[in-house]
C-alpha cells in the first residue's frame, strides 16, 4: 500500500502553544530572501506545517494564498524526507506580485537547505 502524501490536519500547527513551542526554541533557523524556516524536533512521527504571512509582507490576499499554497504543495511532497519535524515558514520581507514559479524555485532551495542542516545535525 502506497505511502499517503496527502496535508491532513495531522500536518498542521493548529495551536498558539504549538507555535509558541517553535517560536520559543528553534533548533535550526534557514533563510532565504524573504522566507525564513524555524524548525524544530517533535515527538510525533509525521511533520507538521505552520505558515506566517502578514498583510505587511504581502498586500494582497491573492497574494499570500498563492504563497501559502506553493508551501504546502512542496511540503506535501516532501513529508517523508521531513519526518519528525515542526516547521514554521516566516515571510520577513515585503513580497509584490510574487512569481509562482519563483516562489516555488525559493521554497524548494529553501526546503533543500533545511534538509542539508538536518543531515549535519
Not at 515542526?86 to 509584490?96: A, Q, W
Not at 514559479?101 to 549535519?120: G, H, N, S
Request: with cysteine; hydrophobic share 35%; proline share 5%.
Amino acid at each position: 500500500m502506497p505511502i499517503s502524501q496527502a496535508f491532513t490536519r495531522q500536518h498542521r500547527l493548529l495551536t498558539g502553544s504549538q507555535y509558541q513551542t517553535v517560536f520559543d526554541q528553534p533548533e535550526w533557523k534557514v533563510g532565504l530572501g524573504s522566507y525564513l524556516l524555524l524548525v524544530t524536533r517533535n515527538t510525533q512521527p509525521q511533520p507538521r506545517l505552520g505558515l506566517v504571512i502578514g498583510r505587511k509582507r504581502a498586500k494582497r490576499a491573492v497574494d499570500r494564498a498563492r504563497i501559502k499554497r506553493r508551501v504546502r504543495e512542496q511540503f506535501r511532497c516532501r513529508q517523508q524526507e521531513l519526518a519528525g519535524l515542526d516547521i514554521i515558514l516566516l515571510v520577513r520581507g515585503r513580497i509584490e506580485n510574487p512569481d509562482p514559479d519563483q516562489v516555488t524555485r525559493d521554497i524548494t532551495r529553501l526546503f533543500d537547505k533545511l534538509l542539508a542542516k538536518c543531515r549535519q545535525a
